[in-house]
């Protein structure tokens, strides 16, 4: 699964780097602050391409959504916000995108991209040899050359009423891990290469199964054990990047 990552870069710079439009910067508070823990229901900045005018050509733009994806149908709680039932629907299976009720809508047009400097995720380590279970290693995934991931998403539109403002919100696509990486965790983010953004991100095309069957583009990805302050949400600072200080005798991967 993806259940934490970081961002440090500004949606307005992304959005001139990528060529987007960009309708993030201004749209909420802290909107192109760094997080470098980004957690469930934080705000995040997302692509999609959308249309303007119903025949005009669509165009890329950098959005912001709530991480973790609210169907269509979830009725409204007391204070006007989604109804807290259910799990939160941050991770979508890539092989149960087109069959769940919940992800199939939204396969069908509403794709997006996730940008992200790295993502985190914990390793489960042998119990103590007193039986007691030992607490996970967080490693950090990122880029060697310093440029963003893209993870592919969905994404949906929920009011509370019909002349309501929108609430976007977007799930992350995880797949089978590969490499070094599946050494830590059996899942990881279904990452894209530029090469393939435009088709999945066109909302005039329905989604071809070859992406959520072929392996994510893992190139130039390396992992890095990190400090366990990354395990609380509280924390939120580039000291969570920094490697870890290891013991002597500590066995790692790196």
């Known amino acids: 699964?993806?259940?934490?990552?970081?961002?440090?870069?500004?949606?307005?710079?992304?959005?001139?780097?990528?060529?987007?439009?960009?309708?993030a910067t201004g749209a909420a508070p802290d909107a192109g602050a760094p997080n470098y823990n980004v957690a469930p229901t934080a705000t995040i900045a997302t692509v999609v391409t959308r249309h303007s005018e119903p025949d005009d050509e669509p165009t890329r733009r950098v959005r912001l959504m709530r991480w973790g994806l609210i169907p269509p149908w979830v009725k409204a709680g007391p204070d006007g916000a989604p109804e807290k039932k259910g799990p939160?629907?941050?991770?979508?299976?890539?092989?149960?995108?087109?069959?769940?009720?919940?992800?199939?809508?939204?396969a069908k047009s509403k794709r997006c991209l996730v940008p992200m400097d790295g993502y985190y995720?914990?390793?489960?380590?042998?119990?103590?040899?007193?039986?007691?279970?030992?607490?996970?290693?967080?490693?950090?995934?990122?880029?060697?050359?310093?440029?963003?991931?893209?993870?592919?998403?969905?994404?949906?539109?929920?009011?509370?009423?019909?002349?309501?403002?929108?609430?976007?919100?977007?799930?992350?696509?995880?797949?089978?891990?590969?490499?070094?990486?599946?050494?830590?965790?059996?899942?990881?983010?279904l990452m894209l290469a530029q090469a393939d953004w435009d088709v999945w991100l066109n909302p005039d095309a329905g989604l071809d199964p070859e992406f959520l069957t072929r392996p994510p583009d893992a190139g130039g990805i390396e992992l890095r054990q990190v400090s366990t302050l990354v395990n609380s949400v509280r924390n939120n600072g580039p000291e969570l990047l920094e490697p870890a200080e290891q013991k002597p005798d500590q066995i790692t991967l790196l």
């Open 1 to 23: 699964m993806c259940g934490r990552f970081a961002v440090t870069t500004d949606p307005a710079l992304l959005a001139e780097k990528i060529k987007a439009i960009d309708e």
């Open 88 to 106: 939160q629907l941050i991770n979508a299976r890539a092989d149960k995108v087109t069959t769940s009720p919940v992800f199939r809508g939204s």
């Open 121 to 189: 995720e914990w390793r489960v380590n042998a119990d103590t040899p007193a039986g007691k279970k030992s607490r996970k290693t967080p490693f950090y995934m990122y880029r060697s050359d310093g440029e963003p991931l893209f993870a592919a998403g969905l994404w949906s539109v929920w009011k509370p009423a019909k002349d309501a403002a929108p609430l976007l919100s977007c799930t992350i696509i995880t797949t089978d891990a590969v490499g070094e990486l599946a050494e830590i965790h059996d899942r990881m983010p």
